[in-house]
């Protein structure tokens, strides 16, 4: 079990998304094994059935696009007034000027878009 945050030399504990050594040194080993073997890999998928290969490659695109998440109505405007409780508790004036000016602009877009 790993130390509890503070009793360490690092009194925040490993920074949120840092990997730890042992997943570092695989995933470099990973990597290494298959720049090694990109020629065999490719040769292996032109021997597959056309269908057989579009599964493997649909498989491998996952690790090289990231895949976007769908975001439903409600969780958009709670993202929204949660950003919007964040500027009126840090800087409440700047805050105000900047919602009035956001209203002004849908406004405007809405009036533009009615006509």
Do not use: C, H
Not at 12 to 41: A, C, F, H, Q
Not at 45 to 74: G, H, N, W
């Amino acid at each position: 079990m790993a130390p509890r945050k503070g009793t360490t030399n690092n009194p925040n504990g490993r920074p949120k998304g840092t990997p730890n050594k042992s997943t570092s040194d695989l995933r470099e080993w990973v990597n290494g094994l298959i720049d090694d073997n990109r020629l065999k890999i490719a040769e292996d998928l032109k021997s597959l059935e056309p269908k057989d290969r579009l599964v493997i490659i649909e498989r491998l695109l996952q690790y090289a696009i990231p895949k976007q998440q769908s975001i439903s109505v409600e969780a958009q405007i709670a993202a929204e007034y949660e950003a919007i409780e964040r500027l009126l508790s840090n800087m409440p004036e700047k805050a105000i000027n900047e919602l009035t000016e956001r209203i002004i602009k849908l406004n405007q877009l809405n009036k533009s878009n009615n006509e």
